[in-house]
T-cell receptor, first 113, second 115 residues
Framework: DQQVKQNSPSLSVQEGRISILNCDYTNSMFDYFLWYKKYPAEGPTFLISISSIKDKNEDGRFTVFLNKSAKHLSLHIVPSQPGDSAVYFCAASRIQGAQKLVFGQGTRLTINP | EAGVTQSPTHLIKTRGQHVTLRCSPISGHTSVYWYQQALGLGLQFLLWYDEGEERNRGNFPPRFSGRQFPNYSSELNVNALELEDSALYLC??????????????FGNGTRLTVT
C-alpha cells in the first residue's frame, strides 16, 4: 500500500523556468509534509516542509503548496538552476504521536542549460 | 556540527552471509531511523529507535534487526542475505520528540551489494 505517491519518475525543465513536482497521498491522517532532495552517492537533504494548517510555505526559490481536499502537494522551484538537478522525494507523517516518515518513490529532475 | 555518519560506505557480501551496518546520529539526537533504497525504488522504512527502544518497524522480514546503544548510535543487522537485499541503506536521526514534525537528517548511506 503506497500511501505517498509521486507519479512522475522524471521531469526535464529548461534552466530559468519553473519546475513543478507533484505528490499525492492517501492517508487523511497525515498532517505534516516534507520535500527532500538527493544527489547521487549522498543521503537525502531536507528542503522544505508544510503542516496541514497551512496551504503554502515559501523558502527562497522553493514553494510547497498543499491541497488537503485533493490530498495533493506540489513543490515549485523558480527559477530552476542546473544545481537543482537531483532526485526529489516527498514525505508525510502525523504530527501527533511519534510517527515515521513515509516517502514517495522520488522524481528525478533534470535542469537543461 | 558533525552530521549523521554511517559505516562502511560500501560492502560486498555473498548470499547467506550476515552483515552489520553502523550509524552515529547527530549529537543531541536520540531517534535513529533506518531506510532501504533499492535500485529504482523510493525509501522504504525499516526500523526506528528512540532512547534505546524499537518504536516502529517496517514491512521487512525478521532477518532485518537492529539495536540502539546508550550513546544513541545504532546498528542494523541483516541475516541470511539475499540478492534482493542489495540496496542503499540510509540512516537518519532526529531530536527526541513525541511529535512527528522534525525533519530527519540523513547520512550518506551504506551501499550493500549481495552476490
Amino acid at each position: 500500500d503506497q500511501q505517498v505517491k509521486q507519479n512522475s519518475p522524471s521531469l526535464s525543465v529548461q534552466e530559468g523556468r519553473i519546475s513543478i513536482l507533484n505528490c499525492d497521498y492517501t492517508n487523511s491522517m497525515f498532517d505534516y509534509f516534507l520535500w527532500y532532495k538527493k544527489y547521487p552517492a549522498e543521503g537525502p537533504t531536507f528542503l522544505i516542509s508544510i503542516s496541514s494548517i497551512k496551504d503554502k510555505n515559501e523558502d527562497g526559490r522553493f514553494t510547497v503548496f498543499l491541497n488537503k481536499s485533493a490530498k495533493h502537494l506540489s513543490l515549485h522551484i523558480v527559477p530552476s538552476q542546473p544545481g537543482d538537478s537531483a532526485v526529489y522525494f516527498c514525505a508525510a507523517s502525523r504530527i501527533q504521536g511519534a510517527q515515521k516518515l513515509v516517502f514517495g518513490q522520488g522524481t528525478r529532475l533534470t535542469i537543461n542549460p | 556540527e558533525a552530521g549523521v555518519t554511517q559505516s562502511p560506505t560500501h560492502l560486498i557480501k555473498t548470499r547467506g552471509q550476515h552483515v552489520t551496518l553502523r550509524c552515529s546520529p547527530i549529537s543531541g539526537h536520540t531517534s535513529v531511523y533506518w531506510y532501504q533504497q533499492a535500485l529504482g525504488l523510493g525509501l522504504q522504512f525499516l526500523l526506528w529507535y528512540d532512547e534505546g527502544e524499537e518504536r516502529n518497524r517496517g514491512n521487512f522480514p525478521p532477518r532485518f534487526s537492529g539495536r540502539q546503544f546508550p550513546n544513541y548510535s545504532s546498528e542494523l543487522n541483516v541475516n541470511a542475505l539475499e540478492l534482493e537485499d542489495s540496496a542503499l541503506y540510509l540512516c537518519a536521526s532526529s531530536p527526541r520528540t513525541s511529535r512527528g514534525n522534525s525533519p530527519l537528517h540523513f547520512g550518506n548511506g551504506t551501499r550493500l551489494t549481495v552476490t
